[in-house]
C-alpha cells in the first residue's frame, strides 16, 4: 500500500467536517496525529500549513490544524487535532517548513510543539502588552528581549556581521546574522517580526468584505493574489461560486500582479550585480503595467478589486484595448532586455552557479514558486490542484534543475512570457454576464490555494453562524523560502549575498501577520 492511500485509509475513520469545502477536514486523536507525522518522514506529501485556535465547543480549550497535498495529485486534506492541554507533537522534525509556524503558534496561543528543536519567540520580540495574544492575553511588562542566534563552529576563525533591521533602501526591516570566514559565509540566520500587525486577531468578527480588504495588505506586492487566495476560501465556505466574467477578471488582475513583480525582480538582481541599465528598464516597463493597471482597473496595485462574490470593476472595450497594448509592449521590451542579459558575460558570471538551492530541501520546505521551479520541482497551484480559469487552458510551468540565481531568472523571464499571453487570451476571451454574486451569511469552512508570483498562498476560514470571520489563516509562500534562503548562501561570497536573497525576494510583511 502506498504512503498515500495509507493516510487517507488512516484518515476515512474519523470524523469529517461536512461544512469544510472543497477539500475534507477530518478531526483525529493522538495516535493518529503520530501516525501522520511518520507517514510524512517517508512520503511525497506536501506540507502547506499548520495553525490553531480555540475548540468551537469548548472555548478554554484549543485545537491545531495542519494542512498537506499529495504531491502525485490534486489530493488536499485539512487535519485537526483537539488538545487536552498546551501541546501537541512537533510536525517539524520530518518538515522542517513547519518549525516557524510552530514557533508562532507557540507565541500567539502559548502552545508548545512537543519534540521540536527550535521553540525561540518569533513574533514576540518582548514589546507586546499581553502573553499570548490570540489566548489567555495577560498583561505584563514590557521588556524588549534579545534573541538567541545560533552558533557556528570552525577551526579556522569566524566573525559575525550583523545587517538590519534597519536597512540602506527603504524596505521591509529584517535582521541577517551572517558567521563568516573571511569572504566566505558559514552560516546565515534571519530575525523578522519587526512588522507584526495582529492581522490574524484583527480578522477575528469581521465581515468577510472587511476581513478580504486585511488580506490584501498582508503583502502589498501580492495584493491580489491574497486577496484572491481570501475570497476563493470565503466562497467556498458558504458553498458559491463566483460569475465567470469575474472569474477571469481576476485571472487578469492575477497575471498582470505576476508580471509587474517579476520584471523588478529581474532588474533587481541584474542591479545587485552592478548592472543598473537593467533594473532601470525593468522598473520602466513595470511602470507602464502599473499605470495601465491605474488607469483599467482604479489602482496601481489592483487593490480591493477583488471581493468577496466578484471583483469591485469591469473593463470595457476601451480598457481591453489598454490591457492588450500594454501586453505588446511588455513584451517587446522584456525580450530585448533578455536578450542583453544573454549577451553580458560579466553578469552570467555572478549568477550562474551563485546561491545553489537543492530540489531535495525544495521539497522537505514545502517550498513552490519560482525557488522550487528553478530546482526542478513542478509545483504550481495554478495546476495543481488547480482552480478556474486555469484549467480551460493549456499553459506551460517553466522548469529549470540548477537551483541557482541564474535559474530563478530564466524562470521569471520565462513566466513573463507566459503571462503575457495567458493576460492576451483572458482578454479577448472575456465572458459576459455579472461581476458579482451575493454571499449567504451563515457558518461554514473553507480553504483555497492560490499561485501568487512567489508561489503557492494558502488561505483557511472559518466563518461564525452570522458569517463573520471566527478564524482565518492565511499562509504566504514566505514562510518556506526564507530558510532556503539561508541555505543556500552557505559557501558562497557575502557579497553574493544581494543577488540570492533578491533572486528569491521573500515577503517581509506576508510572514509576519
Known sequence: MTETNYLLRLLKDFPLVEEHRPWARRIVDFDAWMNIIEVLAVSDWDFLGLWAERQTQDNDRFQIHMSLRDAENTTVVVITLPLDGLSYPAVSGVRPGAARLERVVAD???LVALGA?????????????VNHPMAEAEAREVVPFGYDFLTADSE???HQIPVGPVHAGIIEPGHFRFHANGETVVRLEERLGYVHKGVQALMEGKTVQEAAKLAGRLSGDSTVAHALAFVQAAEAAVGIEAPPRAVWLR??????????NHLGDFGAVCND???ALMLSHAMTLKEKLQRMS???FGHRLMMDRIIPGGVAVDINKEAARHIMAAAREVRKGFQRLSDLYDDTPSLLDRTVGSGITMASLAHRFGTGGVVARAAGRAIDARKNPGYAPYGELDFDVPIEIDGDVHCRLMIRAAEIKESLALIERFTDGLPTGPLTRALPRHAGEGMALVEGFRGEIMTWLRLDADGLVARCFPRDPSWFQWPLLEACIEGNIVADFPLCNKSFNCSYSGVDL
Request: net charge negative.
Open 108 to 110: 500567539l496561543y502559548g
Open 156 to 158: 579556522q576563525a569566524l
Open 117 to 129: 528543536e527550535d521553540m525561540r519567540p518569533w513574533l514576540d520580540h518582548g514589546r507586546w502588552l
Open 251 to 260: 485571472a487578469i488582475m492575477a497575471e498582470i500582479e505576476r508580471v509587474a
Open 273 to 275: 550585480a552592478a548592472f
Open 294 to 296: 491605474h488607469h483599467v
